[in-house]
Nanobody, 117 residues
Framework: QVQLVESGGGLVQAGGSLRLSCVAS????????MRWYRQAPGKQRELVAG???????NYADSVKGRFTISRGGAKNTVYLQMNSLKPDDTAVYYC???????????WGQGTQVTVLS
């Protein structure tokens, strides 16, 4: 069973930075698509950033220029570097991965990011 585990969340002042990490286990296959989502209280879960095999990335407009998604050297590892954080970035951040674009999605348990004004 594929499991994703996030880490790196925490409390930070506005303007600060955090780096989230996600490691997937339980599969011999590469997760060709890995994404970060977030969900703020009372809001729907939204896609923050994604990366696919080959390195192509996409970002929500609200984080472009501030967040960077990247893959780690280890298999099935993904990072989210978050700079110039704003209070609106406060949310639970979830890692998501899929082996194929049409296959099942796997989710982590989430990590809380709180940005103080």
């Amino acid at each position: 069973q594929v499991q994703l585990v996030e880490s790196g969340g925490g409390l930070v002042q506005a303007g600060g930075s955090l780096r989230l990490s996600c490691v997937a286990s339980g599969t011999i296959f590469s997760l060709n698509a890995m994404r970060w989502y977030r969900q703020a209280p009372g809001k729907q879960r939204e896609l923050v950033a994604g990366i696919i095999s080959g390195g192509r990335t996409n970002y929500a407009d609200s984080v472009k220029g501030r967040f960077t998604i990247s893959r780690g050297g280890a298999k099935n590892t993904v990072y989210l570097q978050m700079n110039s954080l704003k209070p609106d970035d406060t949310a639970v951040y979830y890692c998501n991965g899929a082996i194929t674009t049409t296959g099942p999605n796997y989710w982590g348990q989430g990590t809380q990011v709180t940005v103080l004004s």
